[in-house]
């Protein structure tokens, strides 16, 4: 089996970023329809400023038709999805605040969400080994604690994909805001900070309408960003060092209530976030200025492009981030 690395127009982290690094440095070439409406392919040798621009820089181009990227061979993994009651917190945080320490396995992954629904307190973890079989050690802390549902076990990476599609669509039909909270480590610290937020959001927004509330921490090596060299893509703004993109998920029924939830959703991470770190666009907030995400040099450089390629302003009709 071939893997495409989630190949889009923004950045694309995945359970293979640890060996191959963010979709967009996988990308070889784009075909791009222009604002002009020529079709024209986009490489590193031929435009390079278009190429930094279309790799993380979203829809401000034209309309991307084709990615050619790079592919490697992947076989059968391990993993899938527990979750746990509130009762198991504190073996569930020092798990995670270990593996995210002491794990240098680039083949491990996984994502922790500490989330409040119904009245209470949940984890879980998605964990993910490129292998039938982890090594021992990886994952026994959690594998070690008592699950409310369990399913962890080798399969094809499409099926493990598949498995995940149940959960995503249980919250069909409500409303939902995401924000990115970029941190520098998942600290004991750092955890607690989060765990206070969701003792305070959760039943003040359940008082709104508030469906689930989950801050999702998702761990990476520090040579995550070394697989493409610096100034290759115009996200993130800097590649001197990682911060980890934690997704913060709100969702809700009434459209009264949207004010609530997406002042609710920039207050957090606010007080969360690591300051001056580019901001993660795939979850960012609407209204997120870019240079948050694509640091000043990288939107000159972004707003330039534009100006040569779409003139006319096209593409500022349409929605997105604009440069």
């Avoid at 979203?58 to 790079?70: A, S």
């Avoid at 899938?80 to 569930?92: E, P, Q, R, T």
Wanted: glycine content about 10%; proline content about 6%.
């Amino acid at each position: 089996m071939i893997y495409f690395l989630n190949g889009c127009p923004y950045e694309g982290y995945s359970w293979l970023s640890n060996q191959y690094g963010l979709a967009i440095d996988n990308v070889v070439a784009y075909e791009l329809v222009a604002p002009n409406a020529t079709v024209v392919t986009v490489r590193e040798e031929n435009d390079p400023d278009l190429f930094f621009s279309l790799k993380g820089g979203g829809n401000n181009y034209g309309v991307v038709t084709r990615f050619t990227l790079k592919t490697y061979p992947q076989g059968a993994v391990w993993g899938g999805i527990a979750a746990y009651n509130s009762s198991y917190i504190s073996a569930f945080t020092a798990a995670s605040v270990k593996f995210c320490s002491e794990v240098t396995d680039p083949k491990a992954g996984m994502i922790m969400v500490y989330g409040y629904t119904s009245g209470q307190v949940y984890f879980s973890t998605q964990v993910f080994y490129d292998g039938p079989t982890p090594p021992d050690g990886i994952f026994d802390d959690f594998l070690a604690i008592p699950a409310l549902a369990q399913d962890v076990t080798t399969r094809s990476f499409f099926d493990l994909i598949n498995s995940t599609v149940a959960p995503i669509n249980a919250s069909t039909g409500y409303r939902t805001v995401f924000n990115d909270i970029p941190m520098l480590e998942y600290s004991e610290s750092n955890i607690e900070g989060v765990i206070d937020e969701l003792n305070y959001w959760g039943p003040t927004l359940s008082a709104h309408g508030g469906f689930f509330i989950g801050y999702a921490f998702e761990p990476f090596l520090p040579s995550l960003l070394t697989h493409a060299p610096a100034g290759s893509s115009a996200y993130p703004g800097s590649r001197d060092h990682v911060a980890f993109p934690t997704n913060l998920n709100m969702q809700w029924l009434s459209e009264s209530e949207d004010g609530v939830f997406h002042d609710a959703a920039r207050q957090t991470a606010e007080r969360l976030g690591a300051e001056g770190e580019s901001i993660y666009p795939n979850y960012a907030i609407y209204g997120t200025p870019v240079v948050d995400m694509f640091g000043e040099e990288g939107v000159k450089r972004m707003e330039a492009t534009r100006e040569r390629v779409d003139p006319y302003g096209v593409m500022s009709l349409t929605g997105g981030f604009k440069v």
